[in-house]
Each structure stands twice: as structure tokens, then as C-alpha cells.
């Protein structure tokens, strides 16, 4: 088959590159089976409008405008390798049309869910600050070490928000024989009693919980709704854990309730990213930080390779995809999501 007889595929997946995401014979499978047009997301609108009218698919998150969308004849998907949806193309009309909007971010589900329990256990048993206590010579032998110490082992567990991640910390957690309850408006009750957790209120969550873990996706309905008053019902000394974004969180309020001792809290995402020099969350006792590194493994980026050619090789065969996960039309323009700041 000659080169211009081949699916066309756009290809704009920045942050990502096609270097990150594919394996090199991975990388070389898909330049055979596809004619690659490489471009940056703002470049996708001004290609000819002969490329624009033969591309099968997009890679990457572009912005995508109607007078845009019209120009996509062959478009039959769009694959998403940032993983955050984002509410930057005319969603109703791509469904209308029947063109796949799928996002692999699937891949982060367990990287993040073992930094999110590594975390807890920190929180548990201290485990960073005895090491720098050590290093300075000034550790703390057996007991005297553990004044604050606890197990996570049949432990209180909430968990708010139950998709992929939420999922794959609760297999985690299942060795560790915890009493989980979960919180997600976005699931029937049957759903999370079928995976083993006891669907709660948000309420319950947070004032029954020694770990609670937050792992919700930013929407248009819940920016910020864990403040102040949340952290006032968690019971005292409970380690928070945020392991989607700082947007479902009264950050300053979180500062505050780990500042008065009321509980600790780790962290892997932060209001602004990267974070400032002088951000008093960087000096803060009691909250654990990590630079938003919780899912970025090569691994996981390698799998989003695996997961575009075989969804790509389903669709070219007239079957739907099944290894990305489709934005919905109910939900997908709520999300609010953010790419952290590279710049």
C-alpha cells in the first residue's frame, strides 16, 4: 500500500510525544500502518484543508473549533494521551457525528494509587521525618519513635470519587483489610457494593475516616467544595490524601486544619504547578509533598502506546474502541481538569 494510501492520523499530543508514549518498535508500527501528520495543537486548525478532510483520527487534546470539526470529513476518533478532558472542542456535535472521544488515562490508575498508599503509610509511621531525624542524628529508638504512630491495617478508609484510580487504590487497599467507604455522586450505591466498599455520604467519609483519600476529578460542580468545614468534621489526627487535583480543594483551608494540628496531609497536586519558590506549603509541618510525579513513570506512558494502536487497529476493523475509555456526553464538558504548566 503506498504512503498516501494509508489512514491519516493528526498528530498533536503535546505535553506527550510520540517518542514518550511509544516504544520504538511500537513507534515503528504505527508510522508503517498510518501516514503521520505531526503538528502542535494550535497548528491543527490552519493544515490543509486536503489533511484535514483525510485524517481518521487525532492523537492528542487540540483545540478544536466547529468551522474546525467541519473540515474532518474521515474523523472517526480522537485519542486524548494528556488524560484530562477538557472542555476545549464542540463535544455534542463530535457525538453527534459518532466520533470517539477517548482518553488513556487508565495507564496513571496504579502508579498513582501505590504513591497514594505509600503516602498513607508515611503518614501512618513517619517514615520520612524519622529518616531526616536519623540523618541528623537525632532518631528516636523503638517506642519513643511511635509516640504518633498507627496502623493503616484495619483501618477507617473513605475514599471520594470511585473511577479508575479510586478503583485500583481499593484492590491495593484490600490487603490491608481496611473498612472502606466511598463517596461518588456519579454512582449508583449497586456499583460501589459490588466492589467491596460501602457507599456513604460525603459526611460519613470524612467524619468516620482515619485515611481519607481524595482522588475525585476536578468538575464544574465541585471546584473547591472540600473547605474548611470538611476538615473540621475529620477526626483528629486523620491523614488526608489528595491524589487528583488541588481544584476540589480549599487549599489555604487544608494548610490551616494540618498547621492546627487537627490532621496531616500529603499531597502529589498543588493550586499552581510548578509551585511557587516561597509557597508556605513547601515549610509546613505535618503535610508530605510530591511533585505531581505520582503517575509519571515511562511505564505508564508506554502503555498509552499499546492502548492508541490496538483501539486504532479496532476502529479500522469497524469495532468500537475498548482499551482507552470514551469521554461520556452526560459528563465530559463538566470536567474541568487542567495540563500542569510546563513553562
Known sequence: MSAKALPLVISAPEPRTLDLIFTPPQLALFRRKYRIVETTPEGVAKLPADVLAQARYIVGQPPI??????????????????????????????????????????????????????????????????????????????????????????????????????????????????????????????????????????????????????????????????GADAFAKMRKGAAFILLSRAGVVDFAALMEAVRSGHIVAASDVFPEEPLAKKHPVRALPGFLRSAHRAGALDVAFKRMGDMVLEDMDLIDRGLPPMRSKRAERETVSRMRSKPVDRN
Not at 203 to 216: G, K, T, Y
Open 65 to 226: 473549533a466547529p468551522e474546525t470539526l467541519e473540515k474532518l470529513k474521515a474523523l472517526r476518533c480522537i485519542f486524548n494521551v494528556e488524560t484530562n478532558l477538557i472542555n476545549n472542542m464542540p463535544y455534542e456535535t463530535l457525538f453527534a457525528r459518532g466520533i470517539h472521544v477517548v482518553t488513556t488515562g487508565l495507564v496513571f490508575a496504579e502508579p498513582v494509587a501505590e504513591l497514594g498508599l505509600a503516602m498513607a503509610l508515611n503518614l501512618a509511621r513517619g517514615i520520612v521525618d524519622a529518616d531526616l531525624a536519623f540523618r541528623q542524628g537525632k532518631e528516636l529508638w523503638g517506642g519513643d519513635g511511635n509516640q504518633t504512630a498507627r496502623l493503616l491495617s484495619g483501618a477507617d478508609v473513605g475514599i471520594i470519587g470511585f473511577g479508575d484510580l479510586g478503583r485500583a487504590l481499593n484492590r491495593l487497599l484490600s490487603g490491608f483489610r481496611t473498612r472502606t467507604r466511598v463517596y461518588d455522586p456519579w454512582l449508583p450505591p449497586s456499583v460501589l457494593a459490588e466492589h467491596g466498599v460501602e457507599p456513604s455520604s460525603l459526611d460519613r467519609v470524612l467524619s468516620e475516616s482515619d485515611f481519607v483519600f481524595v482522588v475525585a476529578s476536578v468538575t464544574s460542580e465541585n471546584q473547591g467544595f472540600l
